[in-house]
C-alpha cells in the first residue's frame, strides 16, 4: 500500500512569517502615488459592490477570484458571470440551466437527479465541494434557488484561496442582498408538465434604522415528466442587513424541504452503443423512488473599514442537509430479453454539517512606489457526514423493460449492519496571502500562496471499521501575470495548483497521499463595443495520485499511482452588442484523458465532452402598444460525445438544444411582465451524464418544456 506523503516541515512558520511581513511592509506605505483611475480600485460597501458586479447580460467585476475588487481585465485568470438578467430571460431553475451558458461545464453524476454535479475543464464529481454560496462551502445538495442573484464560475485551480478543490475551478452562487430602497416582486409560473412555481421578493429599509431587509420565499408543486414521480419544495430565506458609516453586516437565512425523484435514468445496452428503445418517458424503478429531506444554511458576513486603504472582513456559515431515500436500484440488463434484476434499498437518516469560516485583511496600498492589492487571512472548515441506517435488500428479477410491471415489489427494510453508520469528518486550517502588484500602468503581477493543514476520517459498519484516519498539511502556490494592450485588452498567463484528499467510506483505501494537480493557463480578455466583456483561454491541467483499485487475490486493494491530464481552449462572451440586443455564448474544447493507470490508461474521462458551445441573444422592442417593450430571444447549447464510462464501454451521444422566449413588460402602477419561456424547442431526446461506472444509470435531458410567468414589480 502507498504511504502518506512525509509532512511539509516549517512550511506553517514560512506561511505565517509572510503574513507578518506584508503587513508591516504595508502599515510603513507612504502615500505614495496610486494608480491611474483606469487601474485603480476602490472597496464600496457590501451592498453597492453587489449592485455594480453586473449591467444586463455584461459582467463587470467579480471579487471571486482574488476576494478583492479588481477590475475583470486585472485578473489573470478566466471567470464567468452568468447575471441575473440572463438567469431571468431564460426563466433559469437550476444550477444545471444557468452553467449552460459557459463553457467547459457540464453535468456529471447527479445521484439519481438529487445533486448538483459538474466538470470542470474535465474534473469534478458530486458532493466534491467546488460548489459554495457567497464564497463558502456548502453541504447544499441543490445550490441554486429563487434568492440567486448570479451565478460566477473561476477556471482551473483555486485551491490558494478556497483550500481543497478539483483543479477545473469552482462554482460560486451568489445570493440576493437587502437594498436601502423598498422594492418588490411577485410571480407564478405555470408548467407544461403540470402544476407550477409561485416566488415572492421584498427588501427594503427598517424605517428609522440603518438596517434593511429582504425575504424571499418560493414554493414549487410540478409533475415530474416521467410517467410518475413529483417534483416538490418549499423555500425561505430572509436576511438582514447593518450599514454603518465604515461597517456592512449581513446575516442571511434559508430553509429548503423538498421531495424530489430519485431517476437514475435510462440503460444504454453495450451490445448497441445506444439507449434501449423504450420511450424516455418510461422508468426502470417503482413509485416509491424519491428522496425527502430539507437543508438549512445560515450565514453571516460583515465588512469594516479600518481606514482609506485597510478593510477587514469576516464570513462565517452554517450548512447541513438531512434526507432519507428509497430505491429500486437497477443491478443487472439481460440485452437479449429485457429483463433487469433490480435491488431495493434505501439511505435513511443522512445528515451532513458543514461550518466554514474565514477572515481577512484586504489593503489598497503603494509599497516602495507600487501599488499593491494586498489580501492575507486564515480559515477554518469542519464537515461531517453521518449516514445511520444502510437498507438492503436481495436482488429480485421479473421486470421488463418492454412490458413494465410496477409494484411488484416494495420498501426494503433490512438494515445492513456492515453498511451503516458511515461517517465522514475533515477538518480544515490555513493561512493564505495574495498580493497583486501594479508593476507599471501595463504590468500586473498577481501572486499567492496558501499553507493549509487538514486531518480527515471515515469509515462505518456495525462494529465501526475506520476506513481512513490521515493527517497532512499542503503549500499551495500561485501566480499570474496581466500585460495590458489597452485599456480595452489585455493578455494573462499564470500557474497554480491544487490538491484534494483521498478518503472512503466504501472501502478500506487507508492513508493514501491527496491528489495533487498543477494546472498552466494562457489568454486573453477583451471590452468590445461599450457594452461587451470576452475572453479566450488556453489550459493545460496534470493530476497525479489518482485514486484507483485492482483485485489481489481475493481482497480490492486501493493505489494512487494514476495520472491524468485536461488541455484545451474556451471563449466566452457576454453583454451587448447594440442597445436593443443582448448576447452569451460560449465555445468550449476539451482533450481529458488519463495517462497512468493499469486498466483505463488512454482512456478519456467520463462525462467529459471534446466540444461544448452555447448561445442566447436578445432583443428589445420598445413602444410596442403604450409604450410597452416586448423582448424576445432564443438560442441553445450544445455538447459533443462523451465517454459513458471509465474504461470508455460506450458513449453519450452529442446533441444541441434549442430554446426560445418572449417577455411583454407593461408600464402600469405596478409594472406587469408576461413571459413565455420554450425549452427544448425541437423536443430533443439527449442524455446529460452517466453514473460513470457502468452502463445502468445515464440521465435523460428534459423533454419539450412551456413555461409561462406572470410577474408584478412593486
Given amino acids: 500500500m502507498t504511504q502518506l506523503s512525509p509532512s511539509f516541515t516549517g512550511k506553517k512558520g514560512y506561511a505565517l512569517f509572510s503574513l507578518l511581513f506584508l503587513g508591516f511592509s504595508a502599515s510603513a506605505a507612504t502615500d505614495a502615488e496610486k494608480p491611474t483611475e483606469e487601474t485603480m ?21 467579480t471579487s471571486t477570484a482574488t476576494l478583492t475588487s479588481m477590475p475583470m481585465l486585472d485578473i489573470p485568470q478566466v471567470v464567468n458571470t452568468v447575471s441575473d438578467q440572463v438567469l431571468s430571460d431564460q426563466h433559469a431553475t437550476t444550477l444545471d ?29 458530486n458532493r466534491d465541494g467546488s460548489i459554495m454560496t457567497n464564497g463558502l462551502r456548502t453541504v447544499l445538495p441543490r445550490s441554486f434557488n429563487a434568492a440567486t442573484s448570479r451565478v460566477e464560475v473561476l477556471k482551473g485551480p483555486a485551491s490558494t484561496l478556497y483550500g481543497i478543490l478539483d483543479p477545473g475551478g469552482l462554482i460560486n452562487v451568489v445570493t440576493k442582498r437587502p437594498e436601502q430602497h423598498f422594492s418588490g416582486e411577485i410571480s407564478a409560473t405555470s408548467s407544461s408538465f403540470g402544476g407550477g412555481t409561485g416566488q415572492i421578493d421584498v427588501t427594503g429599509p427598517i424605517e428609522g434604522t440603518r438596517l434593511a431587509y429582504r425575504l424571499v420565499g418560493e414554493y414549487q408543486h410540478e409533475d415530474y415528466w416521467r410517467n410518475f414521480g413529483k417534483e416538490q419544495s418549499s423555500f425561505i430565506a430572509p436576511s438582514l442587513t447593518w450599514f454603518g458609516d465604515n461597517t456592512t453586516v449581513n446575516v442571511a437565512y434559508s430553509h429548503r424541504n423538498y421531495r424530489t425523484p430519485f431517476d437514475r435514468g435510462t440503460i444504454f445496452d453495450l451490445d448497441t452503443g445506444h439507449a434501449v428503445n423504450v420511450p424516455r418517458k418510461v422508468r426502470f424503478d417503482e413509485p416509491f423512488n424519491e428522496t425527502n429531506g430539507e437543508s438549512d444554511l445560515a450565514q453571516l458576513n460583515a465588512e469594516y473599514r479600518l481606514n482609506s486603504e485597510w478593510t477587514a472582513r469576516f464570513d462565517y456559515s452554517f450548512s447541513q442537509d438531512k434526507y432519507d431515500d428509497n430505491q429500486a436500484r437497477v443491478t443487472a440488463y439481460d440485452s437479449s430479453t429485457g429483463d433487469l434484476t433490480r435491488r431495493v434499498d434505501a439511505t435513511q437518516g443522512s445528515t451532513q454539517r458543514m461550518h466554514s469560516t474565514r477572515a481577512d485583511l484586504q489593503g489598497n496600498v503603494v509599497i516602495g512606489g507600487f501599488y499593491n492589492e494586498i489580501l492575507t487571512g486564515v480559515s477554518y ?23 413494465p410491471v410496477y409494484g411488484t415489489v416494495g420498501k426494503c427494510t433490512t438494515v445492513s449492519q456492515s453498511d451503516s453508520d458511515q461517517r465522514t469528518k475533515q477538518e480544515n486550517y490555513a493561512t493564505y496571502v495574495q498580493d497583486a502588484l501594479y508593476l507599471t500602468d501595463k504590468w500586473i503581477a498577481v501572486a499567492g500562496a496558501r499553507y493549509q493543514y487538514y486531518t480527515l476520517y471515515a469509515g462505518k459498519g456495525r462494529p465501526f471499521n475506520v476506513n481512513t484516519d490521515s493527517r497532512d498539511e499542503k503549500l499551495t502556490p500561485k501566480f499570474g501575470l496581466v ?45 468590445l463595443f461599450d457594452g461587451v466583456t470576452a475572453n479566450i483561454a488556453l489550459f493545460d491541467i496534470h493530476k497525479k495520485n489518482v485514486l484507483y483499485t485492482e483485485e489481489i487475490g481475493n481482497e480490492t486493494v486501493a493505489k494512487t499511482a494514476g495520472k491524468v491530464r485536461s488541455r484545451g481552449l474556451e471563449v466566452d462572451v457576454a453583454g451587448s452588442l447594440t442597445e436593443n440586443m443582448n448576447v452569451i455564448a460560449s465555445y468550449g474544447y476539451t482533450d481529458a484523458k488519463v495517462l497512468e493507470d493499469p486498466d483505463y490508461a488512454g482512456t478519456p474521462l467520463p462525462n467529459v465532452p471534446r466540444h461544448t458551445g452555447s448561445l442566447f441573444l436578445t432583443w428589445d422592442f420598445h413602444n410596442v402598444i403604450d409604450s410597452n417593450t416586448l423582448t424576445i430571444g432564443g438560442g441553445g447549447h450544445a455538447a459533443s460525445r462523451r465517454s459513458g464510462t471509465n474504461g470508455a464501454d460506450y458513449y453519450l451521444p452529442g446533441y444541441a438544444v434549442a430554446d426560445a422566449f418572449a417577455a411583454y413588460k407593461m408600464k402600469l402602477k405596478y409594472p406587469v411582465t408576461l413571459q413565455v419561456n420554450v425549452k427544448n424547442l425541437f423536443d430533443k431526446t439527449y442524455y446529460t451524464s452517466s453514473i460513470g461506472t457502468n452502463n445502468l444509470s445515464n440521465q435523460i435531458g428534459d423533454p419539450r418544456e412551456v413555461q409561462f410567468t406572470v410577474k408584478m414589480t412593486f
Fill in 483 to 527: 500585460y495590458k494592450l489597452s485599456p480595452s485588452v489585455s493578455l494573462f498567463g499564470n500557474v497554480s495548483q491544487a490538491f484534494m484528499p483521498q478518503s472512503s467510506i466504501a472501502s478500506n483505501i487507508g492513508n493514501l497521499p491527496p491528489e495533487e494537480s498543477t494546472a498552466y493557463e494562457l489568454g486573453a480578455k477583451f471590452d
Fill in 41 to 61: 480600485t476602490v472597496n464600496a460597501d457590501v451592498a453597492q459592490a453587489d449592485k455594480n458586479v453586473t449591467e444586463g447580460y455584461q459582467p463587470l467585476s
Fill in 97 to 125: 440551466e444557468a452553467l449552460y451558458n459557459v463553457a467547459n461545464v457540464v453535468q456529471t453524476n447527479t445521484l439519481g437527479g438529487t445533486q448538483d454535479a459538474f466538470t470542470r475543464r474535465g474534473f469534478g464529481a
Fill in 381 to 403: 472548515e469542519n464537515y461531517d457526514l453521518l449516514r445511520t441506517d444502510m437498507i438492503r435488500c436481495s436482488n429480485v428479477k421479473g421486470f421488463n423493460i418492454y412490458n
